[in-house]
């Protein structure tokens, strides 16, 4: 098999959870008293850790 | 109206979501060297990658949309079409049916039926088949076209052809390879992006228990209302429910469609493709939290907009509320800039899975069955890849031409959907007595088919629905429904019942196959997949128990 597409998708939710994070940060627009774009930001940036980390740890079980 | 304003943040997810989508298919495109690998993914997908593709294949945005506002329209009872209308057949195509599709080693439904029947039941099944994937990927892509230019204030013309460029572009680069990575991708996208809107709806709403304050009492109760049509908002009882959703509707798209079964196909191994329908059946079950409720939410803050706001959903013009709405206007109220564009690539994304799951389907059915077997036969396999991708191109521009076509002439759409409909109602009673009775004939299975089509047009022809009007006209009305549900529901399951019994009769009076020709075809004369080995949560017998232990609580809780 070619491709890992955990890796893929790790890195498009971490990047996105970056993006959330700071633009949450330098624009707080809170919703029902929550700052919901940092928040969110967090949940897919530890979502996309989480599926790199797998990709990463079958790569090296594999050697 | 333009109910949602996109700022630059949410061009730029939407934009990385596109590069990342194609990156997947060009990632791809060095490995498609032979036609089974553009269209059949070459058999080697891991069974929890096939899995999500099989469930995201069906997870078009009409689905999502669609059933965000079913839930405001009939609240809670439409997870029926979740807990009785997948999910037992899900289960029952990948412990019981599964073995013959695989063990087979048919590349695609259809020609599943050619081996065990004829070539007639095949060429009935490619060819209706064919036709209705391309309609239904135009008709969704103008539904996706038309509800981003009423959101967005884009253009609609821009919309059908920059997301048609899109899904070409992935699938002629990777095959379906690339449409099951993506189907992935889309999954996850499709869960991230929407479970804030349930968060904080229920946040805002005063969680379940404010909820069940602000709508109709039978909007919380999936079951108490169903004794008889008139005590529920559906307008169908207990019964017609079970057999014509939960049996004859609901097997004969899990179990026969060709757009699902083809990522079970995909999988690497006899116990992978068993497990796949099983691994999309866990999220399946928990769909109504993440689709429903947001649109029982947004009946409940129309009916008493929370702080003196609004009611949430607008009007439709034909009076009542627009409840295709619910979705989008939670987005909107709950979404600022940044999030807004998740939400909107989740959207996207949905709609894409769903289209690329036609057009792949159309690719393999097109290609082998219908080109390969009737058209030019035994030329080399370089030529069919070739007809393969290029088929990518045709079925993509046939899409394009029906969404213009649903712009302008949308009766004639509603129309050939109710026409497939009939088609789609007896396909199972064939496959149920083609896989489990080795006396079924070719010329029994075509005329059950045949006749039961005719039994569903005939069945539509002699009955009406209260109150409603028709799409075609009526020989005579023999019998009223109370709702458009009930009718449909009751005519699949006369169209099944007439397929059964003919598909029985004509077989009895003709010969049937040689006991060696049905052999991995047909229950008795295919060995069984032996899982003794392996571990509990890779045997499909007890993962499918699992799951529809999970799928009675929940039925229970919701009682």
Same mark, same amino acid.
């Given at each position: 098999?070619?491709?890992? &597409?955990?890796? +893929?998708?790790?890195? $498009?939710? !971490?990047?996105?959870?970056? #993006?959330?994070? /700071?633009?949450? &940060?330098?624009? +707080?627009?809170?919703? $029902?008293? !929550?700052?919901?774009?940092? #928040?969110?930001? /967090?949940?897919?940036?530890?979502?996309?850790?989480?599926? $790199?980390? !797998?990709?990463?740890?079958?790569?090296?079980?594999?050697? | 109206?333009?109910?949602?304003?996109?700022?630059?943040?949410?061009?730029?997810?939407?934009?990385?979501?596109?590069?990342?989508?194609?990156?997947?298919?060009?990632?791809?495109?060095?490995?498609?060297?032979?036609?089974?690998?553009?269209?059949?993914?070459?058999?080697?997908?891991?069974?929890?990658?096939?899995?999500?593709?099989?469930?995201?294949?069906?997870?078009?945005?009409?689905?999502?949309?669609?059933?965000?506002?079913?839930?405001?329209?009939?609240?809670?009872?439409?997870?029926?079409?979740?807990?009785?209308?997948?999910?037992?057949?899900?289960?029952?195509?990948?412990?019981?049916?599964?073995?013959?599709?695989?063990?087979?080693?048919?590349?695609?439904?259809?020609?599943?039926?050619?081996?065990?029947?004829?070539?007639?039941?095949?060429?009935?099944?490619?060819?209706?088949?064919?036709?209705?994937?391309?309609?239904?990927?135009?008709?969704?892509?103008?539904?996706?076209?038309?509800?981003?230019?009423?959101?967005?204030?884009?253009?609609?013309?821009?919309?059908?052809?920059?997301?048609?460029?899109?899904?070409?572009?992935?699938?002629?680069?990777?095959?379906?390879?690339?449409?099951?990575?993506?189907?992935?991708?889309?999954?996850?996208?499709?869960?991230?992006?929407?479970?804030?809107?349930?968060?904080?709806?229920?946040?805002?709403?005063?969680?379940?228990?404010?909820?069940?304050?602000?709508?109709?009492?039978?909007?919380?109760?999936?079951?108490?209302?169903?004794?008889?049509?008139?005590?529920?908002?559906?307008?169908?009882?207990?019964?017609?429910?079970?057999?014509?959703?939960?049996?004859?509707?609901?097997?004969?798209?899990?179990?026969?469609?060709?757009?699902?079964?083809?990522?079970?196909?995909?999988?690497?191994?006899?116990?992978?493709?068993?497990?796949?329908?099983?691994?999309?059946?866990?999220?399946?079950?928990?769909?109504?939290?993440?689709?429903?409720?947001?649109?029982?939410?947004?009946?409940?803050?129309?009916?008493?907009?929370?702080?003196?706001?609004?009611?949430?959903?607008?009007?439709?013009?034909?009076?009542?509320?627009?409840?295709?709405?619910?979705?989008?206007?939670?987005?909107?109220?709950?979404?600022?800039?940044?999030?807004?564009?998740?939400?909107?690539?989740?959207?996207?994304?949905?709609?894409?899975?769903?289209?690329?799951?036609?057009?792949?389907?159309?690719?393999?059915?097109?290609?082998?069955?219908?080109?390969?077997?009737?058209?030019?036969?035994?030329?080399?396999?370089?030529?069919?890849?070739?007809?393969?991708?290029?088929?990518?191109?045709?079925?993509?521009?046939?899409?394009?031409?029906?969404?213009?076509?649903?712009?302008?002439?949308?009766?004639?759409?509603?129309?050939?959907?109710?026409?497939?409909?009939?088609?789609?109602?007896?396909?199972?009673?064939?496959?149920?007595?083609?896989?489990?009775?080795?006396?079924?004939?070719?010329?029994?299975?075509?005329?059950?088919?045949?006749?039961?089509?005719?039994?569903?047009?005939?069945?539509?022809?002699?009955?009406?629905?209260?109150?409603?009007?028709?799409?075609?006209?009526?020989?005579?009305?023999?019998?009223?429904?109370?709702?458009?549900?009930?009718?449909?529901?009751?005519?699949?399951?006369?169209?099944?019942?007439?397929?059964?019994?003919?598909?029985?009769?004509?077989?009895?009076?003709?010969?049937?196959?040689?006991?060696?020709?049905?052999?991995?075809?047909?229950?008795?004369?295919?060995?069984?997949?032996?899982?003794?080995?392996?571990?509990?949560?890779?045997?499909?017998?007890?993962?499918?128990?699992?799951?529809?232990?999970?799928?009675?609580?929940?039925?229970?809780?919701?009682?």
């Amino acid at each position: 098999m070619g491709m890992d &597409l955990r890796k +893929p998708i790790g890195i $498009l939710f !971490l990047v996105y959870g970056l #993006i959330l994070i /700071v633009y949450g &940060l330098a624009n +707080p627009h809170p919703v $029902l008293g !929550l700052n919901v774009n940092a #928040i969110w930001g /967090v949940v897919l940036a530890l979502f996309g850790t989480f599926m $790199l980390g !797998l990709s990463m740890r079958s790569t090296s079980s594999r050697r | 109206m333009r109910a949602v304003h996109v700022e630059l943040i949410d061009i730029l997810i939407i934009a990385l979501y596109g590069v990342v989508v194609l990156g997947i298919g060009f990632a791809l495109r060095g490995r498609m060297q032979n036609s089974g690998e553009f269209l059949l993914a070459g058999r080697h997908i891991p069974a929890w990658t096939a899995g999500l593709a099989f469930l995201s294949a069906n997870l078009g945005a009409q689905e999502m949309i669609g059933m965000a506002a079913s839930g405001a329209k009939y609240g809670i009872l439409t997870s029926h079409f979740y807990w009785v209308g997948a999910i037992p057949a899900m289960v029952f195509v990948g412990v019981f049916m599964m073995p013959f599709y695989y063990g087979s080693r048919a590349r695609s439904v259809p020609e599943y039926l050619k081996l065990r029947f004829d070539e007639k039941t095949r060429a009935f099944n490619a060819l209706t088949f064919a036709v209705m994937t391309v309609f239904s990927s135009g008709i969704s892509m103008y539904a996706m076209g038309a509800l981003l230019s009423l959101l967005l204030g884009w253009n609609i013309h821009a919309c059908i052809i920059v997301s048609a460029v899109v899904v070409l572009a992935y699938i002629a680069l990777g095959g379906l390879t690339s449409a099951i990575y993506n189907e992935v991708l889309q999954f996850f996208l499709i869960v991230f992006g929407f479970a804030p809107v349930v968060y904080l709806g229920l946040r805002e709403i005063g969680g379940w228990e404010g909820l069940k304050a602000r709508v109709p009492e039978t909007f919380v109760h999936s079951w108490t209302g169903m004794a008889r049509p008139d005590t529920n908002p559906l307008g169908v009882e207990w019964f017609g429910l079970l057999m014509g959703l939960g049996f004859v509707l609901s097997f004969g798209y899990w179990c026969t469609d060709f757009l699902v079964v083809q990522r079970a196909m995909a999988a690497d191994s006899m116990n992978a493709a068993r497990r796949t329908p099983l691994i999309a059946a866990v999220p399946k079950m928990l769909f109504p939290f993440l689709v429903i409720v947001p649109g029982i939410i947004a009946l409940g803050l129309t009916l008493h907009p929370a702080g003196g706001a609004a009611p949430l959903l607008p009007q439709a013009p034909s009076g009542g509320y627009d409840y295709n709405m619910a979705l989008p206007m939670m987005m909107s109220r709950y979404y600022p800039a940044g999030l807004l564009g998740l939400g909107l690539t989740a959207l996207l994304a949905s709609f894409m899975s769903g289209m690329a799951g036609n057009v792949t389907a159309f690719n393999t059915v097109w290609t082998y069955d219908l080109y390969q077997s009737y058209l030019v036969r035994g030329a080399s396999d370089s030529h069919y890849l070739y007809v393969g991708r290029l088929t990518t191109v045709v079925g993509t521009l046939i899409s394009v031409a029906t969404a213009y076509a649903a712009m302008r002439f949308n009766n004639i759409m509603d129309m050939l959907q109710l026409v497939f409909s009939f088609v789609n109602a007896p396909l199972f009673a064939t496959f149920l007595l083609g896989m489990f009775w080795r006396r079924t004939t070719g010329h029994g299975a075509f005329s059950g088919l045949v006749s039961g089509t005719l039994a569903a047009a005939g069945h539509y022809e002699l009955t009406g629905v209260a109150g409603g009007g028709s799409l075609l006209g009526k020989i005579a009305v023999l019998h009223v429904y109370p709702s458009d549900m009930a009718q449909n529901f009751w005519g699949a399951i006369w169209a099944w019942t007439v397929c059964f019994v003919v598909t029985i009769l004509v077989s009895l009076a003709s010969s049937p196959k040689p006991q060696e020709d049905l052999k991995g075809l047909v229950f008795g004369l295919t060995p069984k997949p032996s899982d003794a080995a392996l571990a509990w949560y890779q045997r499909p017998a007890i993962l499918g128990i699992l799951v529809l232990l999970g799928t009675a609580a929940l039925n229970l809780v919701f009682w």
